[in-house]
């Protein structure tokens, strides 16, 4: 789309700098520069402001990614890009059945009730829980990090969702504050919500990340 676009050679394409390299890389087959913008916190897709912050007379286009299944501020992305004449695009995530959203949906309603010691995702009618991602707080990436080692002890399959963001990898590096981005880096843990997951292992995984939770000062 890009390229059906004409974005090429001198131009700029502003994109998430949390997540995946591939949106990145598309920028780059253009011959164009990717710039990398900061996230919202809640929703961890890419921030307005931050947007509106990277502009240059270079800029061509915005790529909007939605994660974990909230949905990114195209609206308003849209809204920037009518007022500077920018390609505004939108990279989507799988879909899921009905069915298995509204299971996940009732999968993270159930540890949204009960965690604790943990922040739990903002939750809205459009999320889809594509992934239920918390926030381990403390000292950032160590404890993390120790969170997780010890949930996979207990036997529950848990992920960090974004090891390094874009702008830190050695073939996309910048040397640009996004702190958000490095936070979210730092502190999140995806948790399993597969619609087959019975309510028993549910129950088992908000005990034991209560019982870690409680050793830690609770986000808010």
Same mark, same amino acid.
């Given at each position: 789309?890009?390229?059906?676009?004409?974005?090429? =050679?001198?131009?700029?394409?502003?994109?998430?700098?949390?997540?995946?390299?591939?949106?990145?890389?598309?920028?780059?087959?253009?011959?164009?520069?990717?710039?990398?913008?900061?996230?919202?916190?809640?929703?961890?897709?890419?921030?307005?402001?931050?947007?509106?912050?990277?502009?240059?007379?270079? %800029?061509?286009?915005?790529?909007?990614?939605?994660?974990?299944?909230? +949905?990114?501020?195209?609206?308003?992305?849209?809204?920037?890009?009518?007022?500077?004449?920018?390609?505004?695009?939108?990279q989507g995530?799988?879909? +899921?059945?009905?069915?298995?959203?509204?299971? @996940?949906?009732a999968h993270?309603?159930?540890?949204?009730?009960?965690?604790?010691?943990? &922040?739990?995702?903002?939750?809205?009618?459009?999320? %889809?829980?594509?992934?239920?991602?918390?926030?381990?707080?403390?000292?950032? &990436?160590?404890?993390?990090?120790?969170?997780?080692?010890?949930?996979?002890? +207990?036997?529950?399959?848990?992920?960090?969702?974004? +090891?390094?963001?874009?702008?830190? /990898?050695?073939?996309?590096?910048?040397?640009?504050?996004?702190?958000?981005?490095?936070?979210?880096?730092?502190? %999140?843990?995806?948790?399993?919500?597969d619609a087959?997951?019975? &309510? @028993?292992?549910?129950?088992?995984?908000?005990?034991?990340?209560?019982? /870690?939770?409680?050793?830690?000062? =609770?986000?808010?």
């Amino acid at each position: 789309m890009l390229q059906a676009a004409g974005v090429g =050679p001198g131009d700029e394409v502003i994109v998430p700098a949390f997540g995946n390299a591939e949106v990145a890389e598309a920028v780059v087959r253009t011959g164009a520069a990717p710039v990398f913008a900061d996230i919202d916190p809640d929703t961890y897709c890419i921030d307005r402001g931050s947007v509106d912050v990277c502009l240059s007379a270079r %800029t061509a286009a915005v790529i909007a990614v939605h994660r974990f299944g909230h +949905k990114a501020d195209v609206a308003g992305l849209l809204d920037l890009g009518q007022r500077h004449g920018l390609l505004v695009l939108e990279q989507g995530e799988s879909q +899921k059945s009905y069915e298995e959203v509204t299971q @996940r949906r009732a999968h993270a309603a159930y540890l949204s009730g009960r965690l604790n010691g943990v &922040r739990t995702p903002a939750g809205h009618e459009a999320h %889809t829980y594509q992934q239920y991602v918390v926030r381990v707080p403390g000292n950032g &990436r160590p404890d993390r990090d120790a969170f997780a080692r010890t949930l996979r002890g +207990k036997g529950i399959e848990c992920s960090v969702p974004v +090891k390094t963001p874009v702008h830190r /990898l050695p073939a996309f590096w910048r040397d640009v504050a996004l702190p958000e981005t490095e936070r979210a880096a730092d502190e %999140t843990l995806a948790l399993p919500v597969d619609a087959t997951m019975p &309510r @028993r292992q549910l129950q088992r995984m908000v005990s034991a990340c209560n019982a /870690l939770g409680g050793l830690l000062q =609770p986000a808010f």
